[in-house]
């Protein structure tokens, strides 16, 4: 099994900045890669950004400019730092991350989620 964990979250204030962190553990044999998500109250979850094995990063174009994904998937571990926040980022956030087994089957396993508020 594997266990995801999400810290970080919480109030801030338009334009202040936020960094979540994310660590995985348990059974993994090989992380493909890490990513967090997000979901707002009444919208579906949504990508945010991406780090695979290589450190190859992608963002959700809403986000481009703003946060950095970082992190070391051989270790487990992916931190997402958030600046110039607005309302509309919002949401509870999810850490992902995309295990392969010894065999070379794909799973993805999620956190509970972690709240970030952005309101004055």
């Known amino acids: 099994q594997v266990q995801v964990e999400e810290s970080g979250g919480g109030l801030v204030q338009p334009g202040g900045s936020l960094t979540l962190s994310c660590a995985a553990s348990?059974?993994?044999?090989?992380?493909?890669?890490m990513g967090w998500y997000r979901q707002a109250p009444g919208k579906q979850r949504e990508l945010v950004a991406t780090?695979?094995?290589?450190?190859?990063?992608d963002y959700a174009d809403f986000v481009k400019g703003r946060f950095t994904i970082s992190g070391d998937t051989a270790k487990g571990t992916a931190y997402l730092q958030m600046n110039r926040l607005n309302p509309e980022d919002t949401a509870v956030y999810y850490c992902?991350?995309?295990?392969?087994?010894?065999?070379?089957?794909?799973?993805?396993?999620w956190g509970q989620g972690t709240q970030v508020t952005v309101s004055s």
């Open positions: 992902n991350a995309g295990v392969l087994s010894r065999i070379g089957a794909y799973s993805d396993y």
């Open positions: 780090i695979d094995f290589s450190r190859i990063t």
């Open positions: 348990g059974n993994i044999f090989s992380m493909a890669k």
